[in-house]
């Protein structure tokens, strides 16, 4: 039997500094926000039949809400899809964001995607 291929993209988010300050409506990154947004973005960007292709295996696995780290699972078909629509997002609610991708990993255990896991 063969298993899903997926690819594993570990992205760094960086907010807008000057919005921190502002105490009347702070933003915590989490996966449910993350995820909302990147598929806001891939349905926004690559319309519904991107959205519905890529939706499958798309999963945003971990969210480190003090460093920004997210680690985000697609498939190895759909990994670029997932890919550019990220860096395509500029906002979090209503706080900019913008990502930077730290690696690329094709599995979770043994690669680097671990040493990325803050706990």
């Given at each position: 039997m063969v298993?899903?291929?997926n690819r594993y993209l570990v992205m760094e988010g960086f907010l807008d500094p000057n919005r921190e300050l502002a105490a009347e409506d702070p933003i915590i990154?989490?996966?449910?926000?993350?995820?909302?947004?990147?598929?806001?973005?891939?349905?926004?960007?690559f319309g519904e039949c991107g959205?519905?292709?890529?939706?499958?295996?798309?999963l945003v696995k971990y969210v480190n809400p003090i460093t920004k780290l997210c680690i985000?699972?697609?498939?190895?078909?759909?990994?670029?899809?997932v890919w550019s629509a990220i860096t395509m997002v500029r906002s979090i609610g209503n706080c900019p964001v913008m990502f930077n991708l730290?690696?690329?990993?094709?599995?979770?255990?043994?690669?680097?995607?671990?040493?990325?896991?803050?706990?």
């Open positions: 298993g899903f291929k990154v989490t996966q449910f926000n993350v995820s909302k947004a990147v598929k806001e973005s891939i349905l926004l960007n959205l519905a292709s890529s939706v499958g295996s798309f985000i699972r697609s498939s190895r078909e759909e990994y670029q899809k730290l690696d690329l990993s094709g599995e979770s255990s043994g690669s680097k995607v671990d040493n990325y896991y803050v706990f």
